[in-house]
Structure formats: structure tokens, C-alpha cells
């Protein structure tokens, strides 16, 4: 049974930084491409980034693009997503989620992850 969990939520200051991780059980993350979405209150599920586990080629949504980077952690089967220059509409449940996709451009559709995490809280405060 795969089990994704996420890691690293917290509550900061707009300007901070955080990191998120994520981390993959039951099977090895070379399977998958990894993604992260958020979902804040009434608002729809959305893409935030992915990286690909064919090449490791990243796709970033564009309201995070400069700002986070998504990479595999030093860690076996883990992935991190590093925020930056954190902005209050950057508050959210975090999600982790594990994709059988290779191609990046498909990789921001909700509908081709298999795997869940249970999320993560970020806030950021003004």
C-alpha cells in the first residue's frame, strides 16, 4: 500500500521561507512523478508544482513560478518543495500527490494523480 505524507506546514511572516516535504511509502518514488497542490478555505483544489520521474523536468504554476522549487530530497523517496518570499495568498492546505504521468504538462491535472497525502496547513500572515 503506497502512503504519501506530508510535512513542514507551519504559520509565518509574509517574506519567510518554508519547506515542504513530502515522503513515499510502500513503493519507490522512481515509479512516480510527484506534484503538490492547495486548497485554500472555498477554494477549488489547485496545481502548484510537479517534477517528472522520467527526467526530473519541473512545471510550476504561474502564481508560484521564481518563487518555490520542487525537488527530489536527499532522502530515498522523498520530495521537497521549497517556498519562498511567502505572500498571505499563499495560505493553504498543502497536498502531496503521486502521479504514473511522465510528460510535465499533464502533470497539473488533479485527475492523473493516483496517490494523496493528507495535506498540510501553510499560513501567511501579512
Known amino acids: 500500500q503506497v502512503q504519501v505524507v506530508e510535512s513542514g506546514g507551519g504559520s509565518v511572516q509574509a517574506g519567510d521561507s518554508l519547506s515542504l516535504r513530502c515522503a513515499v511509502t510502500?513503493?519507490?518514488?522512481?515509479?512516480?512523478?510527484m506534484g503538490w497542490f492547495r486548497q485554500a478555505p472555498g477554494k477549488e483544489r489547485e496545481f502548484v508544482a510537479a517534477?517528472?520521474?522520467?527526467?526530473?523536468?519541473?512545471n510550476y504554476s504561474d502564481s508560484v513560478k521564481g518563487r518555490f522549487a520542487i525537488s527530489r530530497g536527499n532522502a530515498r523517496n522523498t520530495v521537497n518543495l521549497q517556498m519562498n518570499n511567502l505572500k498571505p495568498e499563499d495560505t493553504a492546505v498543502y497536498y502531496c500527490?503521486?502521479?504514473?504521468?511522465?510528460?510535465?504538462?499533464?502533470?497539473?491535472?488533479?485527475?492523473?494523480?493516483?496517490?494523496w497525502g493528507q495535506g498540510t496547513q501553510v499560513t501567511v500572515s501579512s
Open positions: 500527490a503521486a502521479s504514473g504521468w511522465t510528460a510535465a504538462h499533464l502533470l497539473v491535472f488533479r485527475a492523473n494523480y493516483i496517490y
Open positions: 510502500g513503493r519507490t518514488l522512481d515509479n512516480y512523478s
Open positions: 517534477i517528472s520521474r522520467m527526467d526530473g523536468a519541473t
